[in-house]
């Protein structure tokens, strides 16, 4: 064998360097770092196909059109010209092909002396590539390419080849093909040393393959069905590995008994609640104080996840909550996620603190310097006792006296390591509560966020009237300018919502403001004001068109989702939401709760285009028939299937799974929290000879303790 091979070694090659596979070498070892931090054998083979194709289906041209909706075909052509054009950087290589349906053109950009080499005219070729349009005509890019005779000298497999997730960058110069030969090096080096972590009988309890098989074929699936098993073993893996981490994390906070204590219910807590309670609390706020009292006076430090619709009154309990702390001597704080909302808690609890002696304060990355300086001082000295704040609340200079509460409130926008860092600000941490209006299975949700005892809000204060939705295109954009009109005539208010996506953000700032212009310009009721807010303003003008809007000077606000969450104007009847396809479902329930607050009937207008896809018409349908945010989210959950439990907010989870999906493989989530309970109740630190695999296991999937400020945002 080559020098390269006989260099890994075969104790722990699995960690050894990608770049000794040979084709790889340091240049691409590099680029497969940066792209996608592939660095071991292992690592790439962890690193799984996302999708396959059937390499023995063969289209024809005139078969694929625009609608085919086709990620990768193959086709059998002839190649009939080559053509050059453009010049430089700009320089590409066409090549037109035939069948008996139609023709083609595939085109080069880069690699062109490479591939020029190899097209023959008049030959006939396999080519497999993603197809496109280009002037009415099938194009392919850069597809790969062997001619008849190669592909039929193959040995035959089961057709099956994977595609291997990628980024923009590496696909450039190393395609899903490329990345298909890595791993084809690959297996016969890494094949025999791939110990199975678990055992025989433990694999035949739970119906899994041995994990060489499971490799195996989730890179060269043999058959569907074996394709199945082997994607069933890998989830499998990475669950059971999370399962071990929380689990014995769980162990190990619950025999620590270092929590602070708060055995007091004393002046803060009981005034509030004979005093200055404006309304009696409901049944679930009450049984959730409760259950954080109860938490509180073990000695153990609570890690609690409440959980409550829109609506539900979460904050009187995080206020409730934070008194119980004052009252025992301790300092509290409450992290939002946005300026505006954190000025709203602010605001809310002053008004409902009334002229009880609770000094609170505020801290944001906008605040100034006063303001800051109040802060920082007040809270080092301990005079200030509860803290309000945005994601600056885990600056270093933050240091508190005493900090025994820390209330997180829409957790889904924080990550793991904002918490981490929190609980650092003391020798001791404090108890947490992390407040979330998504409700998510506990299994779940601690997979998502870590170790965490559940509560639920499940009732909503007295009075509410269900709010009633409907579903509008935009040719009845008439119709909702009169329905606003006739709501604002009666003393109402109106928010206007438009989509904010990440990738098109240019192109969403324009909606906004054409919409905002043409509300302020067409809308047939001149006298009446117009407010606006979005994230590029200035924090001071956004402050003002909120209290603009807040205090009913502007009767329209229109905005970005920035207003998703918390915000309070009970006076505020309609939501409009604009292109309301482009919204997730708890999204859109997160916005429809920011009216029915008031003892008027509310409403939620969708706006969206004409055609809609399956899945966007089925959320949208849902939308107008429940409000029930339960029911929602599961069917979330069956819509989405695939994809992750807050879109693009999966940066929020705690554990860097491949192949497992929290939120679809919920029955998996489940077996493989049992497995580890039983595991660890054997064997607590898996110290066994036996169970030096599962500690592997357990060690990979620990999740991210290091603190990444770049994640935060
Ligand atoms: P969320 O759970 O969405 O954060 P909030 O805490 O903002 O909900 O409460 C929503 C509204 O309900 C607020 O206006 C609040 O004052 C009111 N509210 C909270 N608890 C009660 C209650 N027990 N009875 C009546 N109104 C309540
Ligand atoms: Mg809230």
């Not at 057709?159 to 990345?179: D, H, R, V």
């Not at 060489?212 to 058959?223: C, T, V």
């Not at 240019?506 to 054409?514: E, Q, S, V």
Request: aromatic share 8%.
């Amino acid at each position: 064998m080559s020098r390269k091979t006989s260099y890994i070694c075969p104790v722990d090659r699995l960690d050894n360097d990608i770049k000794y596979v040979p084709g790889v070498g340091e240049a691409r070892a590099k680029l497969l770092d940066r792209e996608l931090g592939i660095r071991t054998l292992g690592d790439m083979l962890r690193h799984y196909p996302f999708r396959y194709i059937d390499r023995t289906r063969i289209y024809r041209i005139a078969e694929i059109t625009d609608a085919a909706g086709l990620a990768y075909v193959q086709l059998r052509a002839r190649v009939m010209g080559v053509a050059y054009a453009g010049e430089g950087r700009r320089r590409r290589f066409t090549v037109s092909v035939q069948d008996a349906t139609g023709t083609a053109e595939l085109v080069w950009f880069q690699g062109i002396k490479w591939i020029e080499k190899r097209i023959e005219k008049g030959r006939e070729y396999l080519i497999f590539g993603r197809p496109g349009f280009y002037r009415g005509m099938l194009s392919m890019a850069h597809p790969e390419l062997e001619t008849v005779e190669q592909a039929l000298s193959r040995k035959p497999e089961s057709g099956m080849q994977g595609i291997y997730p990628s980024t923009e960058k590496l696909s450039n110069q190393l395609g899903t093909k490329g990345m298909y030969q890595i791993v084809c090096k690959l297996w016969p080096l890494v094949r025999d040393g791939i110990e199975d972590p678990l055992a025989e009988s433990f694999r035949a309890r739970y119906g899994l393959l041995p994990l060489r098989e499971a490799y195996y074929n989730i890179h060269f699936p043999q058959s569907q069905e074996l394709l199945r098993q082997a994607q069933y073993r890998l989830k499998f893996d990475e669950l059971l590995g999370v399962q071990l981490n929380i689990q014995a994390r769980r162990t190990a906070r619950l025999t620590r008994q270092d929590g602070f204590l708060f055995p007091k219910v004393g002046e803060a807590f009981n005034t509030f609640y004979r005093e200055q309670l404006p309304f009696p609390l409901t049944g679930a706020q009450k049984r959730v104080i409760r259950e954080i009292r109860q938490d509180t006076v073990t000695g153990f430090q609570m890690n609690r996840l409440l959980q409550g619709d829109v609506g539900s009154g979460k904050t009187l309990v995080a206020l409730m909550s934070m008194l119980l702390a004052v009252d025992n001597g301790f300092q509290a704080c409450m992290m939002a996620p946005t300026e505006i909302l954190a000025r709203q808690h602010l605001a809310t609890i002053r008004r409902m603190l009334g002229p009880m002696a609770v000094r609170v304060a505020i801290l944001t990355g906008a605040s100034k310097t006063a303001e800051r300086r109040e802060a920082l001082e007040g809270i080092a000295s301990g005079e200030v006792q509860l803290l309000i704040g945005t994601h600056a609340l885990i600056e270093d200079r933050v240091q508190f006296a005493n900090l025994g509460l820390v209330v997180i409130d829409e957790q889904h926008r924080f990550g793991v390591e904002q918490r981490a860092r929190l609980w650092t600000k003391n020798a001791r941490p404090p108890h947490i509560l992390v407040m979330t209006a998504t409700p998510i299975p506990r299994t779940l949700a601690m997979t998502l966020y870590g170790d965490l005892d559940v509560s639920v809000i499940d009732e909503l204060p007295p009075g509410r009237h269900p709010i009633r939705t409907f579903h509008y295109t935009d040719a009845a954009r008439l119709k909702l300018f009169g329905f606003m009109r006739q709501q604002i005539c009666q003393g109402r208010q109106v928010y206007v919502v438009y989509p904010l996506i990440k990738e098109s953000e240019a192109m969403d700032y324009k909606d906004l403001t054409d919409g905002y212009e043409a509300i302020s310009r067409d809308f047939p009721l001149p006298e009446y004001v117009t407010a606006i807010c979005h994230g590029k303003m200035k924090p001071a003008d956004k402050e003002e068109s909120m209290r603009q809007f807040k205090e009913g000077e502007a009767q329209i606000l229109v905005a970005t989702s920035v207003i998703e969450v918390g915000v309070d104007v009970p006076n505020a009847t309609v939501m409009v939401i604009e292109s309301a396809e482009r919204f997730g479902l708890s999204q859109l329930h997160q916005l429809r709760g920011r009216v029915g607050r008031g003892a008027e009937q509310s409403y939620c207008i969708l706006m969206s285009g004409e055609k809609l896809s399956r899945e966007a018409r089925a959320r949208l349908d849902a939308m107008c028939e429940t409000n029930d945010g339960f029911r929602l989210a599961e069917l979330d959950l069956k819509l989405r299937g695939a994809g992750d439990i807050n879109g693009t907010q999966q940066s929020g989870m705690a554990f860097d799974l491949k192949i497992a999906n929290p939120t679809a493989d919920v029955q998996i989530l489940t077996l493989t929290r049992e497995a580890a309970g039983e595991l660890l109740a054997d064997d607590p630190q898996l110290s066994r000879p036996e169970h030096r695999g599962l500690e592997v296991l357990r060690r990979r999937y620990a999740g991210r303790d290091e603190i990444d400020f770049s994640r935060i945002s």
